[in-house]
């Protein structure tokens, strides 16, 4: 008997994907990708512009989406269902990591709570909204951006978004658990340095940290938001089956790393 091939260039093939943060970076890349294996995309971001651009280019649709907000949250997600008939995957992966969110010394607490609401109360808004839609169906993949900071220290400090990832990380664990008989996936992604507009801005502004940062990463440079792109689309796809309530970490090797090489 003939063994068909797999056609991975349509491993998303019939996949209704939510991307939050959608506009640029990860979540940009993440949007090619899956499009390229034959989710149908809908983008979410608060830019306009740039959210317009992307649904442009992968053949999608825009909403502008606050994710700190209820309702914006929930449209998204029910626009997304009522005009392309499922929620298959949800990858929550808008944030921030703004200059004044720095050292808990510095960081003033109005800062804090925005990257909080950004960065994870938007991921709450976003899981509930689509586990609506994904618990009557009975299978979803969610995909949670955390990041390598959640599971070790820096003495570069970035408090309110190194304590919201913490946030991510757990959820996602406890809600892969929760909703692994439902045939729902949750994962975490936990991306190393990324090379994106977001890192070279605060980077730019700061070749130091930068430096002290890299020096740490054995494979010896940031990551390109492909390479997380590749992770995100596993992570939807059926090649991951068995994969639920993971921490996934796409860092070069930084989170293992004592000494880095010479």
Not at 96 to 117: H, K, M, Y
Not at 147 to 172: D, N
Request: glycine fraction near 10%; charged fraction near 20%; aromatic fraction near 6%.
């Amino acid at each position: 008997m003939a063994i068909e091939p797999i056609d991975l260039t349509q491993r998303l093939k019939g996949r209704v994907a939510v991307i939050t943060g959608g506009g640029s970076g990860i979540g940009l890349a993440t949007a090619r990708r899956m499009a390229a294996e034959g989710a149908r995309i809908v983008i979410g971001d608060v830019g306009v512009e740039a959210g317009e651009a992307a649904a442009a280019e992968v053949g999608g649709r825009f909403v502008q989406v606050d994710v700190a907000d209820q309702g914006q949250v929930d449209a998204l997600f029910d626009r997304a269902a009522a005009e392309l008939g499922s929620v298959d995957i949800a990858f929550n992966n808008a944030g921030i990591s703004p200059p004044d969110d720095d050292s808990i010394e510095t960081t003033e607490l109005d800062a804090w709570q925005r990257v909080q609401d950004v960065n994870l109360k938007s991921v709450y808004l976003c899981s509930r909204a689509a586990l609506r839609h994904m618990v009557p169906q009975g299978r979803g993949a969610i995909i949670n951006t955390a990041s390598f900071v959640a599971v070790l220290g820096s003495a570069t400090s970035q408090i309110s978004y190194t304590a919201s990832k913490g946030g991510v990380l757990a959820m996602t664990r406890e809600l892969g658990v929760q909703f692994a008989r439902q045939g729902i996936r949750v994962n975490a992604l936990c991306p190393g340095p990324v090379n994106t507009p977001l890192l070279k801005e605060l980077f730019a502004k700061d070749p130091e940290r930068a430096q002290r940062r890299l020096v740490h990463v054995p494979v010896g440079r940031f990551a390109e938001p492909e390479e997380l792109a590749a992770a995100v689309a596993f992570l939807a796809s059926d090649d991951a089956s068995f994969i639920t309530a993971s921490t996934f970490l796409v860092d070069g090797g930084i989170s293992s790393a004592y000494v880095t090489p010479l």
